[in-house]
């Protein structure tokens, strides 16, 4: 007997359609990625039991086929990130009067993309094309990110039924900064933290007192130097659990650790923190609040140098304006990658929904010279914002910076070298370097260092929509 005698369709093997025999269970890789290939393309339908090429029946009796089912589903929620909306059924039929079952598995185009294979903690994206499943080309990811609906992680629906009792530390999370108030159920509906059904929403898990997932992993370190390659690393600590446990980790870590200092005020003594405490708490949450919680086998990192605060965040920001780094903390727009999560802290009165995090920052270091002022470097897959360690007398220098070498530039000024360093390894906007040289974004700035170095060939001018970017000609500067 064949499958079209049992659906009353024709089937051929193409971008919609494939067959297997038995899932294998020794080439698991092999037919995860048909799934995941189907969800990132257009949908598909596997069926199992059915003999690859010629469409014949195979089959298996109620208890094997119900086995099938139950593997094929742990694989699938184990491996394939976000889990596509699957639907998973039995068709029957019979064979000289003994019942037999078919699986098929019918998986639509999923309105979140790239759905991600995680298999032996790699994860690989695929795409389904002429009857075939391989690797999603760049082009692809880029157009599936795109065109993705519903891309926040923490708003898509998990299987996890709510139980009041398990969130215990975001209640007294809540309690501890509302004044000992109550969380109340209707607030947590009305964040869309479980369904009418009673599901979790996936951030809604990540704040369950059992949560032992990867996705709030943090890593915590201390340094005795000013880099991690070259100096001894004092303490490493790795932290997993609920998401307000993680943030009390993270604080309690570099609390514990930080320098302190006194100076004298006349007659009177003023004790300094290295790290202002809003300012390290407003960073830690900023991290938490936009992580990227697709990514697995990432984590926060926090680094403690001699120097400064490192706190990095899997995910550029989201949406947002791109930059390599920057001083100018207040003026970054960064759009809410996680809203469920972001709203929780909110209510939890640890952020605020207008997004005042950066200049609360800004604040906590008003008046501090050029090397304490804290920064931010942002790229395509993860952001750092940097606090420079106050009790620490020189601040942070940019050692990152190359050292450039160039002839005299005529009608040069003091601010050359230090520009063509800065624009050596990325183009940066006026104001962008007008913050690295701590001065304002001048006609000074625009018209007697930077024009000059454009119209000398030391620099490269090019426009981009409204905006001017900045690269030095390495052509003509060459670095030690």
């Known amino acids: 007997m064949f499958l079209e005698e049992l659906t009353g369709e024709l089937h051929l093997e193409d971008n919609h359609f494939e067959c297997k025999q038995l899932l294998d269970r020794d080439n698991i890789l092999g037919w995860l990625k048909t799934i995941a290939g189907f969800a990132n393309a257009n949908g598909g339908a596997l069926f199992i039991g059915v003999e690859d090429k010629t469409n014949k029946l195979i089959g298996f009796e109620r208890s094997d086929a119900d086995s099938e089912r139950n593997y094929f589903n742990n694989q699938i929620n184990e491996h394939l990130t976000p889990r596509p909306d699957i639907k998973v059924e039995f068709l029957r039929y019979e064979i000289r ?4 079952f078919i699986i098929r598995v019918t998986v639509p185009s999923s309105p979140v993309k790239p759905v991600i294979v995680k298999y032996k903690n790699i994860p690989s994206i ?11 080309t760049y082009e692809e990811i880029i157009e599936m990110s795109i065109h993705s609906q519903n891309t926040q992680y923490d708003i898509l629906l998990s299987d996890v039924p709510y139980d009041a009792n ?8 809540y309690a501890e900064n ?4 109550e969380l109340k159920e209707k607030a947590l509906r009305s964040m869309g933290f479980y369904n009418e059904n009673g599901l979790l929403a996936n951030g809604a898990v990540l704040f369950m007192d059992n949560y032992n997932g990867g996705k709030t992993s943090v890593q915590c370190s201390a340094f005795s130097g000013f880099t991690k390659g ?15 446990t993680t943030i009390r980790k993270i604080m309690d870590f570099v609390k514990q650790r930080m320098n302190h200092s006194v100076i004298k005020l006349g007659d009177s003594r003023k004790n300094i923190d290295a790290f202002p405490e809003r300012a390290l708490f407003e960073g830690v949450i900023n991290a938490v609040a936009h992580r990227d919680y697709f990514l697995d086998g990432t984590q926060i990192q926090v680094d403690l140098f001699r120097d400064r605060l490192e706190i990095t965040s899997p995910g550029g920001f989201y949406r947002g304006e791109k930059f390599g780094k920057t001083y100018d903390l207040s003026g ?6 996680n809203e469920l999560i972001t709203n929780v802290l ?9 997004g005042t995090g950066f200049d609360k920052i800004t604040e906590e270091y008003r008046g501090v010279d050029n090397p304490h002022r804290p920064f931010i470097c942002s790229s395509s897959d993860h952001f750092t914002l940097v606090l420079p360690d106050l009790t620490y007398e020189k601040g942070v220098e940019d050692s990152g910076l190359p050292q450039v070498v160039f ?22 906007r006026s104001s962008e370097i007008a913050d690295f040289l701590g001065m304002s974004d001048s006609s000074y700035l625009r018209g007697k260092v930077l024009s000059n170095l454009v119209i000398n060939g030391f620099l490269e001018a090019e426009k981009n929509s409204r905006t001017t970017y900045y690269k030095t000609n390495r052509d003509v500067v060459g670095t030690e």
Do not use: W
């Open 178 to 181: 509302n004044g000992d108030s």
């Open 126 to 136: 695929f795409m389904r094309r002429d009857g075939y499943t391989n690797g999603a």
């Open 407 to 428: 002839a005299t530039v005529p009608n040069g000024t003091d601010k050359d070298e230090k520009v063509l360093a800065f624009c050596y390894n990325q183009a940066h």
């Open 166 to 173: 398990s969130f215990t530390a975001l209640r007294s999370f």
């Open 97 to 100: 009067k003994k019942e037999r």
């Open 230 to 244: 070259s100096e001894r690393i004092v303490t490493i600590n790795r932290y997993d659990g609920d998401i307000t």
């Open 332 to 337: 970054i727009i960064s759009k809410r990658r």
């Open 346 to 354: 909110v209510a939890c009165n640890v952020m605020e929904a207008a």
